[in-house]
């Protein structure tokens, strides 16, 4: 942002500070003058002061569904605002194939998969296939990567028995169904059957885990140690892995 | 963009008729307009002799000159004698101080006669000459700023910004050329088409539209030129000319060098019920003016649709296109400054929609193939429903393209709720942008049948127009625009306001503009 | 509705109770990271919870536009919504005829104009002229009732003196433009114009307003009687009149 | 819909080559499938003969019943003979009684022989036919219920319904059919095709989908039934056959009359990881029970493009239809059951992105002109815009029109976020719905150039196809599969799930099922 970007703000339609927002939504309300008057309650207990109800139209008997646009009152401390910075500086490729090098000795091991009952392998294939995604090419193509990717619809914990007979420096899982909670539900399957499963001696590591819905700020509470959400680049994910490899000299593993 | 060979086959003797007859229902209003003149076409005049500025009261002193001359000597030989007479006089330094004078009572005017006469019409002609050139150089500078960064291929995509706050239009114009418009309109706000003068300066005050001044033309003018050299392309501004003052406004477009107006032989009629005759006579000056500047108009037609039916009163739309195209004719302007105005405005609940649409779009297209059209978006059937909206702007974009449309206004999803937010605008040139890439070249495979559904819908379009023509070369246009035939809106011919500013010319009528104009004949199109 | 329909609601995307709404708009925030998050939180101080920023896009280098989908918190009460029901029953034309004749003993005048700047005629020539709306006729159509239609961009004081002068039972006031709230400024307008124009000794005629974005409940705070929004019928108008006749034998003017 | 003449003037000797190859490249794999059984083949037959509900742990009793029988005597012979030899013995009340005491190991199994074996045969015809004879039924009953009530016109309108509940998945598809859908499709939980049995009884806790079992399928078409009588016409139901359970599924969905059914050739190997032989063995077994229960299959070629470039692998969903209508004619479908599937899947990004879908789709419609295609909207590049995605699904609509495709998916605009909201599925009925109408007799307008763009594309794709399919013919389909030809994704063909399952039939092979329905024959196009 610019030097003289104001701090605080708020949503913009054609005036500065005019809050104009748009909302839709559904509710449970048979259509009529009794539903309109329901969705301009809604939308004034969501804060929105003045509430156009623009549109209304019912949906079966029981339903009806509203467009409105209205003033919203909050306020935006930008300050305020926590945004997950990358905590890493971006590196090439050949500085990633070096550091990892340098740093431990040998190739990387990195095991990849879409666990649960989830198929979709587009997003995890972007990341490890030598193809790659927006022009950058996967980690497969790093010559001091080992990548083994599973696929989809990987249990969780034959995914950490394969970590742990490949010896693997990172975990990375996707998950794209978010139904229900369907990914959040099968990422803390992996960070329990990894609490359990992995040898008590071997250091641990590393659970990346990644997919569009995820919000960037939940690593901790889903007990991974990174998110990547949508638009993640391979370089990213690699540059990620290199930053979190211990500083100093090569990390020894103990048997 | 090549022509297209024609996919309706027209009958051309149809179409040729519809011409004379339109010709033949124009011929009495020109002759009206050729023989009488406006408080404003004389403020004109007196905008292009140099006199700009207000008073306290932000009246401008054309306004207050004109008023004084009309109550000496009236106004049927023009403002031009009295008012060069009076400054060669000597008493009066110059145009501005003879105003304020005039304004206070101190300063008298007359009709010079003989030498003084010849004098008053020599200084007048110098002053007002110098005017034109200005305008003269404007276009030149158009030229120049076309040739050097580029003029963008038709179609043109055409947006609005309308926050009443010309200092919240600037950033917004050019965060739209940036995304991809290549003109600009600025609109007014909502009372100032019945204002009878012009206000001055920048302005912050508008309702759903900001004010036309002389000032705020150059402000913007300024900005898009800025942005028209940092994205090498030519940026486009255009405003509004109808209204009381569509000479003077046009007249400032020409000096700001604006690049388009909206100026229309009926729209102030019907749509501000402002007075028939005062509006056929102020539109020739105003678009003499045009001519002059090599500025496009932009007619009305679409508008009609607001208020009528699109299907029932699509023959009302040609029949005052063919009358637009004979007036802005009449008065020197091309073909390819004729931005014939149409919309698709046909209700989505009806079958076969989106081809009455076509029929109608592309038979304009054929009855005007050199003419830039003016394709306007759905208005009247946008709903609330924001999506659907989107969605209907979408066709709206296909139509102009298998039609070959070159103005396209772009349609706002929320067209039918509030004044256009900035990502409205946005979102819009992402719709336009898909359809114009992904259809890219699929007019070649748009090929109505012969006879079929599209061709028997033009030609019928085309037969009730020169039907309507026909009536009203026979009953005269002012009784046909009293009958509600142009958007079932009713005006007489006597009523609406400003025919107090009517006045028949006199036999010694002198109005060094018209004189310049008449005589010049057609400039050519720009290089 | 119907009697086991609920009392409480939420806002229904695809499971009873689930809350999701949908939500655009625009911050005056450069795109990126800092953005994005700056809607996440946006939408959480909206209450959102979970939100999804699903859309972001750079509007110029100085503003960023957002989708949003989410849950809300809100809980409806529909017991407490208030809606402005029709007070007063639907007449047909026949009765409506009726009434005023028997009532007034004369034909009831009603005036009608857009006014201020506004030109939008289409709204109020629906509620006046025979051609009417929706299939019903205009009020021009009513034997007993005298029109006068002034039309659009009519000045409020203007509009009061030709109302004295047709001795008027209504003023019916249209305002479709709504920037900068420009149809409440028009509407106090006429309503302050009827109070210091209007003889101290005639029975005040009705202030009818009418037009798109008007609020129904808006009428006492606009110093109108009633106010008639998106999809009135000439019909409901006329009826409304009828309902608002002193219900006791004709109401005599003193002069 | 009457048949239009072609417009993309394929070279018919081209056409019939790629035939002629796609059935030799099926020829081994057919073979293969004739003479190899799976678990979930003689599960099917069980099912067939009656036998329901599962043990306490939700194992049904046809897997209890045909693992014991594996265990004692293998299943190289088919349950049916070792099975009714046990039940014949009489030490068994019926066939539930069997597989209980069988799970519990109250039951051995042998393989007859002489006297046993023929009345073995016989009760197993007898059982098994009386399951063919329900479906049979069904089918009839759908006939009575199209006559009655009439049948929609094409195209038809197919919606989707995802709650993962079938409770509230119900009176979603109600309210959709009576905003106009013609085919209601519950899908699958995620999890589900990977499972080797069928789950019981009606479920409410799916994940972005539904369990599909008998109960669901019986309680939906119920709800189905009830509107579509209310409606006037009859509303179909679909589901999804492929998965590790594909013959049983297909069994239910015959038994529980449901309309169509996903089931496809190789969607299990590409998106499903479920081993290649396994699926060519099941899926003809089950196209066998869709073919006598005059189910319409919809195939799955639209989801080899949200992995594989839609413009790159065009061909390949055309070989792929191919294939798909190779196998089912053998099965016994006929054409008016190939529902083959594609999908507007080119990046919109693309210039002439409409262009190149329209080729596509013209081209699959040529080619398989009495097969009623499937035609799934934009999936891959729906972002978060929901306002461009209902644009971009207003385009698909338009080329469904314009291409006569006949079971239209109808997109969503909340594709690329969430699965359906109630609300979705209206606003994309209003979008279909305007489309259809505004744009009905649009396609008598397109004409694709002779030799033009569309005509080249179209052409292109096909030369692609006919080298593909020379290639497969020549290295088989395994090893097609193998290197990843479809929907870019390697599947070996001894990898993935369910290989376990298969066994190579034995001489004496015995299928009541497969018996009756080889010699059956087609049975014609309903009513
Ligand atoms: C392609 C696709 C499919 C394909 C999958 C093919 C395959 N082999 O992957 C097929 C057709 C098979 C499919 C099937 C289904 N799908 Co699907 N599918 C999609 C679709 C169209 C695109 C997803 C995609 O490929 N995106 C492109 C990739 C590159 O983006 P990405 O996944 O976000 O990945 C990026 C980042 O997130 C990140 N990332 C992702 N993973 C990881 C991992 C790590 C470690 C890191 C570092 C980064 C990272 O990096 C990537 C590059 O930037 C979406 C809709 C859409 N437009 O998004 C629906 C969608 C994902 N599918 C959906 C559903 C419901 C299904 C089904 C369950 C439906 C059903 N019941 O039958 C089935 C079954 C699948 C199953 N069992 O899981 C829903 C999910 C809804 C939800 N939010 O819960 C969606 C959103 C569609 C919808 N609106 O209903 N699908
Ligand atoms: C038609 C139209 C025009 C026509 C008007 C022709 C005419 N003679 O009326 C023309 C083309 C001239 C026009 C011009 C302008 N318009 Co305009 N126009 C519209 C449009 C497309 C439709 C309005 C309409 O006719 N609706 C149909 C009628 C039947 O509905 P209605 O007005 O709601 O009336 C119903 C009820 O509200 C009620 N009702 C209304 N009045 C009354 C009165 C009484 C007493 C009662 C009982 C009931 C009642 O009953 C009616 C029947 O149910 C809308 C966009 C849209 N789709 O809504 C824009 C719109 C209204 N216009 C708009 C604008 C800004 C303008 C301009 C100011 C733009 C400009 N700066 O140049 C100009 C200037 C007009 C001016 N000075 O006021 C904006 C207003 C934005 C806002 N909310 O502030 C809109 C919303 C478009 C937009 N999104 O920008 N417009
Ligand atoms: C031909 C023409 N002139 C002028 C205008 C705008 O005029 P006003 O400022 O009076 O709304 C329009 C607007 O639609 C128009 O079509
Ligand atoms: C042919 C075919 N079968 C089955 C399915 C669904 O299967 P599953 O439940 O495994 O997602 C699909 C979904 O796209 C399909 O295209």
């Known amino acids: ?255 | 963009m090549t022509a297209r060979a024609p996919l309706l086959h027209l009958d051309q003797r149809t179409v040729r008729k519809a011409r004379k007859l339109a010709e033949r229902a124009a011929a009495p209003v020109v002759e009206l307009a050729r023989t009488h003149t406006t408080t404003s076409v004389e403020r004109a005049v007196l905008r292009l002799a140099g006199l700009t500025g207000a008073d306290a009261e932000g009246i401008p002193w054309v306004n207050r000159l004109v008023d004084a001359v009309a109550a000496d000597v009236g106004l049927e030989h023009g403002v031009a004698l009295p008012v060069f007479d009076a400054l060669a006089s000597g008493e009066h330094a110059d145009l501005a101080t003879l105003a304020q004078k005039a304004a206070a009572g101190g300063a008298q005017f007359r009709l010079p006669a003989g030498v003084g006469h010849q004098r008053a019409r020599r200084l007048a002609q110098r002053a007002v000459g110098a005017g034109i050139g200005r305008i003269d150089r404007a276009r030149k500078d158009r030229d120049v700023m076309l040739r050097r960064l580029g003029d963008p291929p038709k179609p043109w995509i055409y947006l609005i910004v309308a926050t009443g706050d010309i200092y919240e239009d600037i950033p917004q114009a050019q965060a739209a050329a940036r995304a991809g418009a290549d003109i600009i309109a600025v609109i007014r706000s909502t009372g100032q088409s019945l204002l009878d003068y012009v206000p001055e300066g920048a302005t912050r005050e508008g309702f759903a539209g900001t004010y036309a001044t002389q000032e705020n033309f150059r402000l913007m003018r300024a900005a898009l030129d800025e942005v028209s050299r940092e994205l090498g392309r030519y940026v486009r501004l255009t405003n509004d000319a109808s209204g009381l003052c569509m000479p003077e406004i046009a007249t400032l477009a020409g000096l700001e060098r604006l690049d388009m107006m909206l100026n229309d032989c009926m729209y102030g009629i019907i749509f501000r019920d402002i007075n028939p005759r005062r509006t056929f006579i102020d539109q020739r000056f105003s678009r003499q003016i045009h001519a002059r500047a090599g500025i496009v108009i932009n007619t009305g037609e679409d508008n009609y649709l607001t208020t009528a039916d699109a299907v029932d009163a699509a023959h009302t739309v040609v029949v005052s296109q063919l009358l637009n195209e004979r007036f802005g004719l009449e008065a020197g302007l091309q073909d390819w400054q004729l931005g014939l105005g149409h919309a698709f405005e046909i209700n989505p609940a009806l079958p076969e929609q989106f081809r009455l649409e076509l029929a109608q779009a592309q038979l304009v297209r054929e009855l005007f193939p050199h003419a830039p059209l003016k394709y306007m978006p759905p208005t009247k059937h946008m709903t609330g429903n924001v999506f659907f909206g989107y969605l209907l702007d979408a066709f709206f974009n296909l139509a102009g393209v298998l039609t070959n449309q070159e103005i396209i206004l772009v349609g706002m999803m929320t067209e039918g709720i509030v004044t256009p937010f900035l990502s409205d605008r946005d979102l819009a040139l992402e719709n336009v942008r898909y359809v114009r890439d992904a259809c890219a070249g699929l007019a070649e495979d748009f090929v109505p049948a012969r006879g079929g559904f599209i061709a028997q819908r033009a030609a019928q379009v085309l037969a009730e127009s020169v039907e309507l023509l026909e009536r009203i070369a026979d009953e005269g246009l002012f009784t046909a625009i009293a009958d509600g035939t142009f958007g079932i809106t009713k005006r007489p011919a006597d009523g609406g306001r400003g025919l107090d500013g009517v006045v028949v010319r006199a036999d010694g009528y002198y109005n060094p503009a018209g004189a310049l104009l008449e005589q010049a004949g057609p400039v050519g199109r720009p290089a």
């Open chain 1, 1 to 255: 942002m610019t030097e003289d970007a104001p701090r605080h703000v708020r949503p913009y339609g054609d005036t500065t500070g005019d809050g104009m927002i748009q909302l839709s939504f559904t509710l449970p309300v048979a259509p009529g003058p009794h539903a309109e008057a329901a969705a301009a309650a809604f939308a004034a207990k969501m804060g929105l002061d003045p509430a156009m109800v623009v549109h209304a139209k019912g949906v079966g008997e029981r339903f009806t569904f509203f467009v409105v646009y209205g003033r919203s009152p909050v306020i935006l401390d930008l300050d305020e605002v926590k945004v997950v910075e990358r905590e890493f500086p971006l590196l090439t490729a050949k500085e990633i194939n070096l550091k990892i090098r340098s740093r431990l000795k040998r190739r990387m091991v990195v095991v990849g998969a879409t666990v649960g009952t989830d198929a979709h392998t587009v997003g995890l294939d972007a990341i490890l296939n030598v193809k790659g995604f927006a022009g950058e090419k996967g980690l497969e193509s790093y010559r001091e990567l080992r990548v083994v990717n599973l696929g989809a619809q990987v249990d969780a914990r034959d995914l950490v028995e394969r970590a742990v007979s490949e010896r693997a420096d990172a975990l990375l899982v996707s998950q794209v169904v978010t139904q229900r909670d369907a990914h959040l539900q099968h990422v803390r399957e992996v960070a329990d059957a990894l609490t359990t499963g992995w040898p008590a001696r071997q250091r641990r590591p590393k659970l990346l885990v990644g997919g569009p819905r995820f919000d960037p700020a939940s690593a901790a509470a889903l007990g991974a140690d990174r998110v990547f959400a949508k638009g993640t680049t391979p370089r990213e994910v690699a540059s990620y892995l290199v930053h979190e490899l211990p500083a100093g000299g090569p990390a020894r593993r103990s048997r």
